[in-house]
């Protein structure tokens, strides 16, 4: 099966009503949910068969995958009832009151920022906990749209470091005793726009987004996380901007920001998932399959780093 191959209506119906019927009590599956009930657009009454998207294909893999990883360990699917009210707009509710009411009852609050200089430096702070800052000298460049080299660009280091910062974050926890089972809540905020959407709606036509945010999905399903997303100004998020900026800063208050912030401990961080995040930059290869293969692999290495820490 592959996209563009005409599958009957029915299944698409039962797929649909199963897969967003899950993901109402199943969040982190939510973005996977509607890929085939949008099959059947534009199909009449009389319709007997419907063409599978390469977006209900994407799906497809998707809940295959998160199925098989909770064949033995279904923890993942026991998600607090405030969860799904958590993600949702309340009445009247706009996006930025919506993302502090989130963060007001987070259990970790992380901040991430990027920069294009000084290696492409990368840096985060886990609120009253500790922080770390690193660099990403090889993600210069990456596979765009049309398979051809592009250059990466801001927008890519500030979602990269979301990424990398939220499995320290979940790291940590885990080696602290965050139990099997137990659900935690993180927010992130981030002062880049592009890295809000991509994870905040969690969709992305881009192979290299869509293969961060596979990561991601996998990450909240075998540590049963649940994570929101928040935009805060720049000139707000001063710690992480000088941690990614290694406290060179042109207003002369890096040195004084790194005497704060060493305050507490660094954090460690998953240099293997980076790796992996550049050999997959240069990958040329879109398929579903070999991106899902890809980011299972990632969690693989994430999984025995946190184990062998």
């Not at 563009?4 to 993901?23: C, E, H, K, Y």
């Not at 990466?152 to 979602?159: K, P, V």
Request: with cysteine; charged share 15%; glycine share 8%.
């Amino acid at each position: 099966m592959s996209g563009g191959d005409s599958i009957p209506v029915n299944t698409f119906q039962s797929l649909a009503s199963r897969a967003i019927r899950s993901a109402d009590v199943v969040p982190v599956m939510g973005p996977f949910s509607r890929g085939f009930s949008a099959c059947l657009k534009g199909t009449t009454l009389a319709s007997v068969t419907a063409k599978l998207s390469p977006r209900a294909y994407e799906d497809l893999w998707m809940w295959r995958v998160i199925l098989q990883l909770g064949f033995n360990d279904r923890s993942w699917m026991v998600v607090p009832i405030r969860v799904p009210l958590l993600l949702r707009y309340l009445p009247k509710e706009d996006a930025v009151h919506r993302m502090h009411r989130q963060a007001a009852q987070t259990d970790d609050v992380l901040y991430v920022d990027a920069c294009t200089e000084h290696g492409n430096g990368m840096g985060f702070l886990l609120t009253d906990v500790g922080w770390n800052s690193f660099n990403a000298p090889a993600l210069l460049q990456h596979v765009g749209y049309d398979g051809e080299i592009a250059e990466a660009d801001i927008n890519l280091l500030e979602f990269v470091t979301a990424v990398i910062a939220l499995v320290a974050v979940v790291a940590l926890r885990v080696r602290q005793g965050f139990g099997v089972g137990e659900h935690r809540h993180i927010h992130i905020w981030t002062d880049n726009t592009s890295c809000l959407s991509w994870m905040t709606m969690n969709r992305s036509h881009h192979p290299l987004h869509l293969y961060l945010l596979q990561v991601v999905t996998f990450l909240k399903v075998t540590y049963n996380v649940t994570v929101t997303m928040g935009h805060v100004p720049g000139v707000v998020n001063v710690y992480a901007d000088a941690a990614s900026r290694q406290f060179k800063l042109p207003n002369g208050q890096g040195p004084a920001i790194r005497a704060e912030m060493e305050k507490l401990p660094q954090i460690p961080w998953p240099t293997g998932l980076l790796s992996d995040i550049n050999r997959t930059a240069m990958s040329r290869s879109s398929d579903t399959s070999s991106q899902v293969h890809a980011a299972l692999m990632a969690l693989d290495g994430v999984r025995g780093w946190i184990t062998r820490e």
